[in-house]
């Protein structure tokens, strides 16, 4: 520790040190609207979304109904991961649509279910994930003492602004033609709002709490 600032091995003491932070809000429904495509959804089946849509959907479930809904849950899985093989072979194919099974509409997790999700997790401490934990905590804002935080709202300019600091202003176009290879589908603002609206009070009182520090420290809106 030098001055208060946490220094790495080997790290120069010169060196700039910048952070990009997101509204919270954004940035999970963002990641939600991703993993909700076939390719992100079998990327992300093992890491949270069998576990969150499974827990919320089975809650009232009777047997049968129970064990309707995993062995389709695992269909769906499947057909999700070997798709192109199974169209190469077959005319047809899954489409994890069932009117059959009113449990499995829609095939995609809820921003509910994922904040449920969420709260489990916290409460077990496992929750170290870059989507929904709080900035300030996985960036450990406050040691690391960085010379600039920009928010990804602010592009172009803060991003320029950056650009310029770095002495890579030559650079800058470079760099607004890199774009997250997930992230096909904008997340517009409005839409944000939108999906926000479904959760209920508990649900939201857990965010505005659980993102506390980032929502003061960034001077974000809250719900």
Same mark, same amino acid.
């Given at each position: 520790?030098e ?7 080997? *790290?120069?003491p010169?060196?700039?040190?910048f ?7 954004e940035?999970?429904v ?6 909700s ?6 990327m992300?089946w /093992? ?11 089975k809650?009232?479930?009777?047997r049968?109904?129970?064990?309707k809904? *995993? ?5 769906y899985?499947?057909?999700?991961k070997?798709?192109d ?5 077959s005319?047809?194919g899954?489409?994890g649509?069932?009117?059959?099974n009113?449990f499995?509409?829609?095939p995609?997790p809820?921003?509910?279910e994922m ?10 401490k ?7 934990m709080?900035?300030?905590e996985?960036?450990?804002i406050?040691?690391?003492?960085f010379?600039?935080i920009?928010?990804l *709202?602010?592009?172009p300019? *803060?991003?320029w602004y950056?650009? /310029? ?6 650079d ?5 033609k890199r ?5 096909v589908i904008k997340t517009v603002?409005s839409?944000v709002?939108d999906?926000?609206?479904e959760l209920?009070?508990?649900q939201i009182n857990?965010?505005?709490?659980h993102?506390?520090?980032d929502?003061e420290m960034f001077?974000?809106k809250?719900m």
């Open positions: 520790m001055n208060g600032k946490q220094m790495y091995r080997n *790290e120069n010169e060196n700039i040190r952070t990009v932070v997101r509204h919270p809000f940035r999970l963002s990641h939600l609207v991703s993993s495509r076939d390719h992100e959804m079998v992300q /093992d890491l949270w979304i069998h576990e969150a849509m499974v827990h919320e959907r809650k009232d479930m009777s049968a109904d129970s064990i809904f *995993e062995r389709e849950f695992d269909d899985r499947n057909w999700l070997f798709w093989k199974i169209n190469s072979t005319s047809s899954y489409t649509n069932s009117t059959g009113p499995f509409n829609p995609h809820l921003l509910s904040v449920n999700h969420i709260q489990i997790l916290r409460r077990a496992k929750d170290h994930n870059g989507h929904w709080p900035a300030q996985f960036c450990d406050c040691a690391n003492k010379d600039y920009i928010k *709202e602010g592009e300019l *803060e991003l950056l650009a /310029d600091k770095l002495g890579l202003w030559k800058r176009a470079a760099f607004l774009k997250n290879k997930s992230t603002k839409d709002w999906y926000l609206k209920n009070e508990d857990f965010l505005n709490e993102f506390a520090v929502l001077d974000y809250r």
